[in-house]
């Protein structure tokens, strides 16, 4: 006989009575079904006639009985990046792996792509699905991820972690850097250095010796040359002296050769060491030069700094950058 479609398959019914039924595998319903208990109906109407014509109905029902599906990988994880001594986190998306059968529930496992143990920086929370650790060592790290469903079936996906060495940053002064007086005008006022790199690169912040008489949140800020305010940042830790570091919220490129400045505001505390710029100071690509160097300027407030033009007696305020070169393409 032709084929019946019903709703989860097609039915063939013989003149003879004899019948065969093919399950629509593409079905989601079908597929939903989990374990053999869990069963869905199909139920075809036929009618009988005999020699004499007359005629019975009756219905066939057909039952259909689930099977465990094993999960399957939908999306790839990509290759993830991490640095050397930084803090690297990742969660594996819910959406990596799927499973059609219906109320199953992966059990996730991680390992070295290899089946060894991950590195010993690494950890993984098969709760949260989530990588974690801070890299000790540079390299491309092969890592295989396995999800597991109820049914004990599996399927797995290898993807890399690529290490990279942090990237060199350089200052003008070291930490043993420090100021010959203490001084406090009484007065609010803008402190910085000129500089200049031999390379073009991107200023991640300013360093700046804080005084331990300073009692004011601090501003500090980059400028051109000319006065243009590149960037700006707040550090609010009051208690704090010694050297102190300041990020800004995004790098700001510089130009090789160029002339800027980098300062910090004050409420009135200071160091300074007079008859330092005597001659230029280069620390790597760095250079502040001698001439006109050491600038300041009284006025600004602890939220807004003010472009410091003034020199006096070629005094270092210990005002200094972090600066990262741009790599080699």
């Excluded at 069963?39 to 109407?45: E, I, P």
């Excluded at 079936?153 to 043993?176: D, G, K, M, R």
Aim: proline share 4%; aromatic share 10%.
């Amino acid at each position: 006989g032709s084929a019946l479609n019903g709703t989860y398959g097609s039915l063939v019914l013989n003149a003879s009575g004899t019948y065969s039924y093919a399950v629509n595998e593409n079905n989601a319903t079908v597929q939903a079904l989990r374990q053999s208990t869990n069963t869905l109906s199909d139920v075809f109407s036929y009618t009988m006639r005999d020699s004499a014509g007359a005629t019975a109905t009756a219905n066939l029902t057909i039952t259909i009985h689930g099977a465990n599906d094993a999960p399957v990988l939908a999306v790839q994880t990509t290759t993830q990046n991490a640095t050397v001594g930084s803090a690297f986190s990742f969660s594996l998306p819910t959406t990596t792996f799927t499973d059609v059968d219906s109320g199953d529930t992966l059990a996730y496992a991680a390992t070295a792509a290899d089946g060894t143990a991950l590195p010993s920086w690494l950890s993984f929370n098969a709760s949260t699905r989530t990588f974690s650790g801070t890299p000790t060592t540079s390299g491309t790290y092969g890592i295989k991820v396995t999800a597991t469903d109820l049914g004990g079936l599996a399927a797995n996906e290898t993807f890399n972690i690529a290490v990279s060495t942090a990237p060199t940053t350089y200052s003008l002064f070291s930490a043993s850097s420090t100021p010959s007086r203490t001084f406090n005008d009484g007065q609010q006022l803008e402190l910085g250095v000129k500089f200049t790199s031999n390379v073009a690169g991107d200023v991640t912040g300013i360093r700046f010796y804080r005084s331990a008489n300073d009692n004011g949140q601090n501003v500090v800020d980059l400028w051109t040359a000319t006065g243009t305010k590149l960037a700006t940042a707040t550090f609010t830790t009051t208690t704090a002296s010694g050297w102190q570091t300041a990020n800004f919220t995004n790098p700001v490129t510089i130009a090789a050769n160029t002339t800027y400045v980098a300062s910090y505001h004050t409420t009135g505390a200071y160091v300074a060491t007079s008859n330092f710029y005597t001659t230029p100071v280069t620390s790597g690509p760095l250079t502040a030069p001698a001439s006109g160097n050491g600038v300041y300027a009284y006025g600004g407030s602890a939220t807004a700094g003010l472009f410091p033009t003034n020199s006096y007696n070629s005094t270092n305020y210990y005002a200094d950058v972090v600066f990262r070169p741009q790599l080699a393409a």
